[in-house]
């Protein structure tokens, strides 16, 4: 892609996943810059999503415009594109940008919140499991 002269910069997002319980499924990852759409990603519009394997550790964005993002991750070990929940609690794995301690609902877009500014950046998502 040829630059253009006074074109935004962009960055590459590197994001490594660590405690994966196992390479069963698929890695969901919601990027987003607006807060109201975090952590679900409801309107792709706004967001960056990815389905990867779970054997995979690690995915790299590249292209991305350099502002404030945070980062939803669920490990979707059936494929049926969705968190399942038992009584409400997750019986799936997930983890967010920063690694925001984890409490009885998703934190905030706030407490996930980093900023790319860089020409290469990195977040590590520490991977969560409740059953």
Known sequence: MALL?????????TIDFTKLRNAKGLIRI???AVPNNFPACGNEAEAVTRSIPAG???????GLPRGDYAIA???????NKKL?????IPREGFGFSRNPPIG?????????RFSVQGDTETQQVVMHYLL
Do not use: K, Y
Not at 5 to 13: H, I, K, N, Q, R
Not at 73 to 79: F, K
């Open 84 to 88: 399942d929940t038992f009584m409400g």
């Open 30 to 32: 919601c990027l987003t």
């Open 73 to 79: 991750v669920i490990h979707d070990e059936n494929s």
């Open 104 to 112: 009885f609902s998703a934190p905030r877009f706030a407490a996930a």
């Open 56 to 62: 995979t550790h690690q995915l790299r964005i590249a």
């Open 5 to 13: 002269v006074g074109a935004a910069p962009t960055s590459e997002l």
